[in-house]
């Protein structure tokens, strides 16, 4: 149980086009869904944070306008890169947080096997 | 800002070998977690804990969260090429925040 899925696992664009990446929990509901960004060779960096119907918040120095993300239901978000250009290119990373099982204020974040993003 | 400082940055291994990694930082968390991530995949959760002077064992891994809920550490023993990969730790400030700060990562290779 608790499976994060995304899609598409791997995508190329034209610098200057726009690229959609989908994050589903597929067997459980999510409260949350965060999306992470990671560079070669580092860690994961959290970009924002969306909960179902609500406006995402975002990170410090995470632009907003470039990174548009859409959480419409329960078990479904979407991250679109607008404008994309080589340096956005990196390993975008989901987790999704479950509605069951929270045990002593522990939400357990389950994280989708990414999505490898490359601007030409 | 929260920062999870991991040492060491890289480690390369003979198989067999022991290892400690280290996550430090000035802050106080929660709770604190373990997760391992192979190239191109998402990464997957190791352990979890929870109380100042915790420790948990899974299999050849020993986790330890700080007295002070400031640091933990990650031991191997007896590393398998397996065990390649890296290795974060991850905090969270309070309980009920869902957000967590990922350390800077350890770059495990055990050589076979």
């Known amino acids: 149980g608790a499976v994060v899925s995304q899609h598409p696992s791997w995508v190329i664009c034209k610098s200057g086009t726009s690229v959609k990446i989908e994050c589903r929990s597929l067997?459980?509901?999510?409260?949350?869904m965060f999306w992470y960004r990671q560079f070669p060779k580092q860690s994961l960096m959290l970009m924002a944070t969306?909960?179902?119907?609500?406006?995402?918040?975002?990170e410090q120095g995470v632009e907003k306008d470039k990174f548009l993300i859409n959480h419409a239901s329960l078990t479904l978000s979407t991250l679109t890169v607008t404008s994309a250009h080589p340096e956005d290119s990196s390993f975008y990373i989901c987790?999704?947080?479950?509605?069951?099982?929270?045990?002593?204020?522990?939400?357990?974040?389950?994280f989708g096997p990414g999505t490898r993003l490359t601007v030409t | 800002t929260q920062l999870l400082e991991q040492s060491p940055q890289f480690l390369s291994i003979q198989e067999g070998e022991n290892l400690t990694v280290y996550c430090n930082s000035s802050?106080?968390?929660?709770?604190l977690q373990w997760y391992r991530q192979e190239p191109g995949e998402g990464p997957v959760l190791l352990v979890t804990?929870?109380?100042?002077?915790e420790v948990k064992k899974l299999k050849r891994l020993t986790f330890q969260f700080g007295d002070a809920r400031k640091d933990s550490s990650l031991h191997i023993t007896a590393a398998q090429p397996g065990d390649t990969g890296l290795y974060l730790c991850?905090?969270?400030?309070?309980?009920?925040?869902?957000?967590?700060?990922f350390g800077t990562g350890t770059r495990l290779t055990i050589i076979p």
């Open positions: 969306s909960n179902e119907g609500s406006k995402a918040t975002y």
């Open positions: 804990v929870v109380t100042g002077g």
């Open positions: 067997d459980f509901q999510a409260t949350t």
């Open positions: 802050s106080v968390f929660s709770s």
């Open positions: 987790s999704a947080t479950s509605t069951l099982g929270v045990a002593g204020g522990l939400y357990e974040q389950y």
């Open positions: 991850a905090g969270r400030a309070n309980f009920g925040n869902e957000k967590l700060t």
